[in-house]
């Protein structure tokens, strides 16, 4: 039953993508902070094993390739079937839909990247990245599709920099934004900057609280594996 119904919502996203991709976008001006955050994220579809799970993910650009940054615990093991969304900002009826690989995974410090097959180029945004976060106090945007609403974004504050958690030797940053289920993997960005500090990996619905991997995190890890031309330095 599970692997039905994980087939007839493939194909829905499927159809009702490319029905939707040529639609007419939403005139604008000049985008904001906020908007230009919103332009450079995805909603994940994970299916593995007949489980469905459903993340968010954050578009960047290598030498003019397209890699998503996600969370690992949103596509598991990396051998499933993976799609990607993204809906216009302006118009939540533009879809755009892609399949996508797994190229790179962390499962310990919970960062995943996924690059999308076919013609990446109709996919919107790619945001920059700053290792070094700003200062307790500081406003920060977090974005993505908490339980499936895409184009959301909500705003808070950096409340811890150096936070230590039990599930990983590196100190995560805290941050007061709302969040819940659909917004593993988004990002978590400078709200004056636009630019990324690092992606969403765990959450406290009690106090309003996420747990964000810092981007330094993910750079090391690559380092030690190899894989660093994977992201953007």
Not at 42 to 47: G, L, P, Q, S, T
Not at 179 to 197: N, P
């Amino acid at each position: 039953m599970r692997n039905s119904m994980f087939g007839f919502l493939v194909a829905a996203i499927l159809i009702f993508g490319d029905t939707y991709s040529n639609s007419p976008s939403a005139t604008h001006g000049e985008k904001n902070t906020a908007e230009m955050v919103l332009e450079s994220s995805v909603e994940i579809y994970a299916c593995e094993n007949g489980k469905l799970a459903i993340g968010s993910g954050v578009v960047y650009k290598v030498d003019e390739e397209v890699f998503i940054l996600t969370a690992a615990h949103v596509i598991g093991d990396g051998k499933g079937l993976y799609i990607i969304t993204q809906s216009d900002p302006y118009d939540d009826l533009v879809v755009e839909t892609w399949m996508a690989n797994v190229v790179a995974q962390d499962s310990i410090s919970d960062w995943a990247i996924l690059q999308p097959v076919g013609d990446f180029r109709r996919i919107k945004g790619g945001v920059s990245f700053v290792s070094l976060p700003p200062r307790v106090g500081d406003g920060v945007y977090a974005a993505g599709s908490p339980t499936g609403e895409e184009n959301t974004i909500s705003e808070g504050i950096i409340a811890n920099r150096n936070r230590t958690v039990p599930w990983n030797k590196d100190k995560h940053i805290v941050v007061t934004c709302n969040g819940t289920y659909g917004l593993s993997g988004g990002g978590v960005f400078d709200i004056h900057t636009g630019k990324c500090i690092g992606i969403v990996v765990r959450l406290n619905a009690l106090s309003d609280m996420l747990y964000v991997v810092p981007v330094q995190t993910i750079i090391n890890d690559l380092k030690e594996s190899g894989q660093l031309s994977l992201f953007p330095t």
